[in-house]
């Protein structure tokens, strides 16, 4: 990924057309699959400067598939009369300092931290051996797999990075579930009895941390059967996935 960065100097009375200008060129930027997101912000100390962040799945794909591409000249005839506005347009590769405010809590304190996942999990863990379609799958387990599973969740939802640290990370993860035969039944049967056990044991209610956790246990769940089936994909290194308020890892087939 690259962060295109473009910083324009345009004065009040151009201020309005430009903005719609650029509400027109965000529909075909919008299309292009070399984009993956994009922000247009004026500055609040300087109104006639405006910055538009642009992120490409790399430099060579904007450069080489946008710009070449079907969706460019729509685009730049939108903005054509702004060019000569441009005081700086270059591409930054992010680095590794990166983080979150505390503006909003993460999923994981959100859902009680630590104690709440693994109280969640240990319950779920003693229905499951009383299940007959998911006993014969954890006969096997760990006498601490209910709180390894809880600490991978944590860490998915943005909490401490003990199943990194500790467990294997997401080769470790993905290692356990290599040729174990989860079918769709016994896939199915373990959403449902866990989405019971989180009413059960009083993990948050509301629609907004449901609705992420109904959308991580389908793809969580999914990537199980295929780690499980006689054909596995390649089991990579790879950071453990984490989820967010209305984010998820986008697909990479």
Do not use: N
């Not at 300092?97 to 993460?106: D, E, K, L, Q, S």
């Not at 467990?167 to 356990?176: E, I, K, L, W």
Request: with cysteine.
């Amino acid at each position: 990924m690259t962060v295109e960065y473009i910083r324009y100097r345009i004065d009040g009375a151009r201020a309005a057309a430009f903005e719609a200008a650029y509400a027109r060129a965000a529909e075909p930027l919008a299309r292009a699959e070399q984009c993956l997101d994009f922000e247009l912000s004026r500055c609040t100390e300087a109104p006639d400067h405006y910055v538009l962040r642009i992120r490409w799945t790399s430099t060579e794909e904007h450069l080489e598939g946008f710009r070449k591409g079907e969706h460019f000249a729509a685009f730049f005839a939108e903005i054509k009369p702004y060019v000569a506005d441009i005081q700086e347009m270059r591409h930054y590769e992010p680095t590794a300092v990166a983080g979150r405010g505390g503006a909003h809590p993460t999923l994981y304190d959100w859902a009680g931290g630590a104690e709440a996942l693994e109280r969640w999990f240990t319950r779920f863990y003693e229905h499951v051996d009383a299940d007959p379609l998911l006993a014969p799958l954890f006969a096997d387990k760990h006498p601490d797999h209910a709180r390894h599973v809880a600490a991978w969740l944590g860490e998915v939802f943005g909490g401490p990075r003990t199943y990194s640290t500790r467990y294997g990370g997401h080769r470790g993860m993905a290692t356990h579930h290599l040729r174990r035969g989860i079918d769709e039944a016994r896939r199915r049967r373990w959403v449902a009895l866990l989405t019971d056990t989180a009413d059960e044991v009083g993990l948050p209610a509301d629609p907004e941390f449901r609705a992420v956790l109904a959308y991580y246990l389908e793809w969580g769940t999914r990537m199980a059967v295929l780690y499980s089936g006689p054909t596995p994909p390649p089991v990579l290194e790879a950071p453990v996935p984490r989820w967010d308020w209305g984010l998820t890892p986008p697909y990479r087939g």
